[in-house]
T-cell receptor, first 115, second 114 residues
Framework: NAGVTQTPKFQVLKTGQSMTLQCAQDMNHNSMYWYRQDPGMGLRLIYY???????DKGEVPNGYNVSRLNKREFSLRLESAAPSQTSVYFCASSLSGTGRTDTQYFGPGTRLTVL | AQSVTQLGSHVSVSEGALVLLRCNYS??????LFWYVQYPNQGLQLLLKYTSAATLVKGINGFEAEFKKSETSFHLTKPSAHMSDAAEYFCAVNGASGTYKYIFGTGTRLKVLA
């Protein structure tokens, strides 16, 4: 039982390049989330998917797109990377799409640097 | 709207001393509150959560937190700090009915001095 896995662990991009961050969970959770973590700003929600087939914008969606490929996988795409997107990206999942008390389970993160 | 405020971005305590990390929340509906811990180069993991069943919540690794509605607070405590407690701690709220959005605080980095 691997929990939430993310690939890659580290990535360096040049401005304007594109890439996709991959996330998968093996806990049969319905909801999945993408966050970015920046110093002094905590975690900010980029996009979330309450259930398979649905996605919604979070607090900071500009410059990103997501795909909920199936129940297990939720990918985050940067179409044209900018230095402001340098951050640590975390994927998370939770059991229920409606459970306000649900625990979120986090992946180990992807450290992205955009030059 | 919901929000959480963590007072003190950095806190230092001596090994064996009391740990107190502060969190105040704002919510227009009864909140559900969480404390997560992040060890270096890892993702976040749940320490404890308040779901309205009991105001004093016990978590893992000897941590506990008390929900105080009158003070809109959910401070995290541990009687005796251990070197392994050095990490970043995040308070979060999920207060809005019908949404799946958790609002995280900006985090408090705990340093434990030998």
């Amino acid at each position: 039982n691997a929990g939430v896995t993310q690939t890659p662990k580290f990535q360096v991009l040049k401005t304007g390049q594109s890439m996709t961050l991959q996330c998968a969970q093996d806990m049969n959770h319905n909801s999945m989330y993408w966050y970015r973590q920046d110093p002094g700003m905590g975690l900010r929600l980029i996009y979330y998917s309450a259930s398979e087939g649905t996605t919604d914008k979070g607090e900071v969606p500009n410059g990103y797109n997501v795909s909920r490929l199936n129940k297990r996988e939720f990918s985050l795409r940067l179409e044209s990377a900018a230095p402001s997107q340098t951050s640590v990206y975390f994927c998370a999942s939770s059991l229920s799409g409606t459970g306000r008390t649900d625990t979120q389970y986090f992946g180990p993160g992807t450290r992205l640097t955009v030059l | 709207a919901q929000s959480v405020t963590q007072l003190g971005s950095h806190v230092s305590v001596s090994e064996g001393a009391l740990v107190l990390l502060r969190c105040n929340y704002s919510s227009s509906v009864p909140p559900y509150l969480f404390w997560y811990v992040q060890y270096p180069n890892q993702g976040l993991q749940l320490l404890l959560k308040y779901t309205s069943a009991a105001t004093l919540v016990k978590g893992i690794n000897g941590f506990e937190a008390e929900f105080k509605k009158s003070e809109t607070s959910f401070h995290l405590t541990k009687p005796s700090a251990h070197m392994s407690d050095a990490a970043e701690y995040f308070c979060a709220v999920n207060g809005a009915s019908g949404t799946y959005k958790y609002i995280f605080g900006t985090g408090t980095r705990l340093k434990v001095l030998a």
